[in-house]
């Protein structure tokens, strides 16, 4: 009988992916970006890449989360599926780490996705594992094909909608150094230049936004997740397209991370007109100043 129910998820068993490891020493990341079957993904066809051999499919995008937290709650650290491991982080206290993730519009690959993150929110939910404002949520991104820097022009301009969100963060010593995301090789960087602790950091064939803010529900990671595929999604393939667009098609997401004040999500799209004007030519207006001088 032909199996109908597509890519499945499950636990490994290996009692390191429980354990809490020191910095840096998680177990090796399981890539649950490839072997979608055709059920998963058969009205997102245009976003996914078909593998040979009757492999299946894999995402055209990826992405990975940071979860940092203060502490992990009693009983909340276990095998998930969606994550790689724990560790330590002298920042923060401690983290979990996702495996690498694909980046997908809605489908019932997107929706097993989510089952993975349901099933881990006793790691992200504050009131089973608090965290504090030392704590972050980076977001690692990959695009078929592309290497990390490919990535950052791509996304460079339309991650002023991070600047705007995660602006009370642009002065953090973590995250605070070459905001206007330029090459390395450059020597205009705003902020200066450091080799780790940027708005955002290109990492070999993928890119890694430093800037989010930290995780507190598994709700937020849905949200997260949706705005990453639009932003990304955009920017490969729709690069010429207005930025007002984008900023219509994310609207949605930010009113529902601000649970329906529109006065917020209207300052939240405002400022990031703002804030790709200062990432493209460096004007910094009034109402960005105080955020990032």
């Not at 022009?153 to 705007?164: G, P």
């Not at 642009?170 to 705003?190: A, D, G, P, Q």
Request: net charge positive.
């Amino acid at each position: 009988m032909k199996n109908n129910k597509g890519i499945e998820y499950s636990t490994t068993g290996n009692q390191e992916r429980v354990d809490m490891c020191a910095y840096h020493r998680k177990p090796s990341v399981l890539n649950h970006s490839h072997g979608a079957k055709f059920t998963d993904v058969k009205n997102i066809s245009t976003r996914v890449l078909r593998m040979y051999e009757g492999r299946g499919y894999r995402s055209f995008f990826t992405v990975g989360f940071e979860i940092e937290k203060s502490r992990f709650g009693r009983g909340a650290r276990q095998e998930y599926a969606l994550i790689q491991g724990y560790e330590r982080d002298g920042s923060c206290g401690v983290e979990a780490v996702t495996n690498i993730l694909p980046l997908i519009p809605p489908s019932q690959w997107r929706n097993k996705v989510f089952d993975m993150i349901f099933k881990a929110r006793k790691i992200m939910d504050d009131e089973n594992s608090p965290s504090n404002f030392r704590c972050g949520g980076h977001i690692t991104i990959g695009v078929n094909g592309l290497i990390g820097d490919d990535v950052r022009k791509k996304i460079r301009l339309n991650s002023a909608i991070f600047m705007s969100l995660f602006r009370k963060r642009l002065k953090n010593h973590y995250c605070k150094h070459n905001l206007r995301m330029e090459s390395k090789h450059e020597n205009t960087h705003f902020n200066r230049w450091h080799y780790k602790y940027q708005f955002a950091l290109v990492k070999d064939n993928c890119f890694e936004f430093r800037i989010p803010s930290r995780i507190t529900s598994y709700k937020q990671m849905f949200r997260r997740y949706e705005l990453m595929y639009h932003i990304v999604d955009f920017s490969v393939f729709k690069p010429n397209a207005q930025f007002s667009t984008l900023l219509r098609k994310v609207k949605p997401i930010i009113l529902s991370m601000y649970e329906g004040d529109v006065e917020k999500t209207d300052n939240i799209l405002f400022l990031a007109k703002d804030f790709r004007k200062f990432i493209k030519d460096g004007k910094i207006s009034d109402s960005i100043r105080d955020f990032i001088v």
